[in-house]
């Protein structure tokens, strides 16, 4: 999906201003923040993006944080000042979604990398995870969701798997569920109210799996 250059000048959808509830907060310090905004937008749920501390003082109900190259998106974090609100959103259990560099972001453990950012997913994630060779795929797997208590709720069928340079989990403690595989190697993770994908569900045109971020 090619995101509509209008994108450049947009900071919010139209009605998330007005909006007392509701409003996904999407991560805007570096990386692929427009294509989730563009997906929001196809869905009618209002977002906004987050590039300052100041974003967070209105009402978010949700985070994305986008694909993009993590270390760089730590160190914006910090500098912005959205580290400790965005740590806060998930520490009280409220949805975020990570894509990609965002599930490094979310990770407790990462195999090749000593940062560790909201260290919130019981899991290991080892970034750019499938060598040169193999650093950018596609691949259509079922992907399952979960309960908050970690029974199956459901499955989202031959949803389409971008992966550009992307992590791969190596390991999962038992917090987290394995939502989706592929070639053996586990790529999407919930774990109550965060969900996190090696893969890219905002450019592919298929809304499911955002559709799905939405219901948490
Ligand atoms: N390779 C990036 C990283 O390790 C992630 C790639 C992506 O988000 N598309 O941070």
Known sequence: MVVDVSYILKEHSEDATQASSGVTGILAVQGAFAEHAAMLDRLGAPWKLLRAREDFDEPIDRVILPGGESTTQGKLLRSTGLF??????????????????????????????????FGALDATVRRNAYGRQLGSFMATEN????NTDGTKSGIIENFPLVFIRGPFVAETGPN?????????????????????????????????????????
């Open 176 to 216: 987290a569920q394995v939502m989706c595989t592929t070639n053996g190697n586990m790529v999407a993770l919930q774990q109550g109210n965060i969900l996190a994908t090696a893969f890219h569900p905002e450019i592919t045109g298929n809304t499911r799996v955002h559709e799905y971020f939405l219901s948490l």
């Open 143 to 146: 992907i399952t969701t979960f």
């Open 84 to 117: 400790d609100p965005i740590n806060e959103h998930i520490k009280a259990g409220k949805p975020v979604f990570g894509t990609c560099a965002g599930m490094i972001l979310l990770a407790q453990r990462l195999e090749n990398d000593p940062n560790v950012y």
